[in-house]
């Protein structure tokens, strides 16, 4: 009683009143531990405990499973003494799927052919979902084929294994055979086309799924704003938009975020921020997303002023929020505010800067003519720059003419990646347009 009222102190109490504790008083004292998330207390308690069964030892390893720590609950799998329960078998698996241990799954697939247990449900469902999420999917189809009973779920993770790994038609006829479909079949479904690229099979199927009388969920609506996206089309997002509306779902900070990102997508940012608008409580997600809706459309001012009035709404911005704003500065010709954030990343938020804020600042000072700074900016990255930074000096040197910096940074180019021609055609532009001739 109190171990599941939360005062496992007070069940330590009475457990040590006892005068001769048995393996039942043991287990009901570890079990007290393990629900209040004192896991290591539980595993002392466990290592004094002088004779344990089978059920002490599933206790200790579905805990590790659940707090996450799924190479533990593999290493005491290991250690038992005990034969293995199918409660056992199904702790490990999860453990396994986890940590992708294929190897170890496979060791227990064996033990469960050779304890007769294959047509056990529950079993067979963790072993399959180990190799469906893994991509194993011979051995996931083998297993599936075989299970006793499938229920929508298996069918549903069987139709979302094949779609992750790009076998679209496969999960469509799966789809197709399935004898009842929920909102996560159809889920799972126009996911899988709206990752593939099939943006306008995916609405098609967002229709098919409302004429089959299924509610579209969030996450439906998710996909389908990725599929508006896909195809640019604008229409088809303001329809999306409405019905997730009348669904309640535009209030939802997750839902909106995806909408402000949709019309930022869709060339209307305007749009972004009526949505953006409408939200009662923000998050630095949904400013990162306002400030990058201005700046992917070209309105550096306005992404410049919404970061700011971020930073005054006590928001702090994250990476992420640095880089759209140094995107937005960089096709703005902001140079002094592009400086500004750059320096303040670390001085006033203590954010190390990562490769795509450096990138954008090399574009910033190339397209303020600073090409002198924005080489010296390449040279100087904590870590190797790839060819990305030295085509965006190569692009400003071609602008301002600046041929030898322009001729180096060519060099760069081409000793990363020998079969860059775009390097060569910038180059050979750059001696164009300050009137030298090319040299072979």
Known sequence: MYGACGQHQEALAVFQGLKSP???SWNIIILAYTQNGHLQEARELFSRMPKKNVVTWNTMIAAFVHSGQSQEALDLFDEMGEE????????????CENLGALEKAQEIHSRIIKLGWESHTILSTALFNVFAKHGIMLQARAIFEKMPHRDVVCWNSMVAAYARRGHIEEAMKLF?????RNASSWNSIITAYVQSGHSKEAFGLFKAMDLEGVEATKITFLAVLGACTGTNSLAHGKLVHTLMVDAGFAVDITAATALITMYAKCGAPEASKAVFLQISHHNCITWASLVAAYAHNGRGKAAVDFFRLMCLEAFTPNQIAFVNVLHACSHGGLLECGTS??????????????FEHYACM????????????AENLILEMPFEPDGLPWTVLLAACKIHHDVKRGARAAEKIVELDPKRCAAYTLLANAYSGSGNKLLK
């Open 22 to 24: 048995n393996v039942f």
């Open 84 to 95: 293995p329960s199918k409660i056992t078998l199904i702790h490990a698996l999860q453990a």
């Open 176 to 180: 197709l055979s399935m004898s009842v």
């Open 341 to 354: 954030f750059f320096q303040s990343m670390v001085g006033d938020y203590g954010l190390e800067p990562i």
């Open 362 to 373: 090399v574009d910033v000072l190339g397209r303020s003519g600073r090409t002198d700074i």
